[in-house]
């Protein structure tokens, strides 16, 4: 699951930190969650036809005020903002879980366990999660609620919204999949139209430490596989421009 991109990570920080304060600041934490459970407050008019919302099953893991801390800790450590919050999504960042089915998925990220970042470097919590997970048959789950910040990357969490696909070996065996390949692909052009979401910044875990959004003040990096270029190219053949 890094490069320091500092004078244009720097300005993305801020817009991070002023949405989140204020954010936090004009809703009571209870109607923020609900209301952001369904996406979008309505931040920015794109020139698509909006993409409809896919039916989602909203299932969240706890993500209580421990889990916020730390979460919040995460960031200051990594991206120099202590803030759990989360959004406007910049990217959309394409995994699969390694894991066989949905309950386990779901199972190992409300464990909040503590993990590391590449090779070497020392577990820290929380543990990973995921916005989204999509089942293998294209059932598609939301684990968080999108004005929250998952820990699923690298350098990334500030900015992007992670969807996890239950694969135990390759993201071709996904595209291959194809009701899971089209739930994954209704899903991402409904966040592309919410958050006005390009297709280059629909990208896959293994392109994340090339990102112009990556971002990490500890020098941490990705070194998982998952999604690389190739795959992904494939997968946004069925996504908005
Ligand atoms: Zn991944």
């Not at 890094?2 to 817009?15: E, G, V």
């Not at 936090?24 to 919302?53: L, N, W």
Request: charged share 15%; glycine share 8%; proline share 6%.
């Amino acid at each position: 699951m890094p490069d320091l991109k500092l004078t244009r990570a720097t300005s993305t920080l801020s817009a991070t930190v002023l949405f989140g304060a204020s954010l936090a600041a004009a809703v009571p934490s209870q109607a923020a969650e609900v209301a952001s459970i369904g996406g979008g407050v309505a931040f920015s008019s794109t020139q698509r036809t909006p993409a409809p919302r896919p039916a989602i099953i909203y299932d969240p893991i706890p993500y209580g005020a421990k889990r916020k801390a730390q979460m919040a800790a995460y960031s200051k450590r990594h991206y120099g903002v202590r803030s759990h919050a989360f959004g406007p999504p910049k990217q959309v960042l394409l995994h699969f879980t390694v894991t066989r089915n949905y309950p386990s998925t779901w199972r190992w990220m409300a464990a909040n366990s503590a993990s590391p970042g590449n090779v070497g470097t020392k577990k820290e919590k929380p543990g990973a999660c995921t916005h989204f997970v999509i089942g293998k048959n294209g059932t598609i789950y939301q684990l968080a609620p999108l004005n929250l910040m998952c820990r699923h990357v690298v350098g990334l969490n500030h900015q992007a919204v992670g969807i996890e696909f239950v694969e135990m070996k390759s993201s071709q065996n996904i595209l291959n999949r194809t009701r899971q390949r089209v739930a994954g692909q209704n899903l991402v052009r409904w966040l592309q139209s919410e958050y006005a979401i390009s297709k280059a910044n629909v990208i896959g875990h293994a392109m994340a430490n090339s990102s112009p959004y990556f971002f990490d003040r500890l020098g941490w990096y990705n070194d998982h596989a998952d999604w690389p270029t190739r795959h992904v190219k494939a997968f946004r053949q069925g996504i908005l421009e």
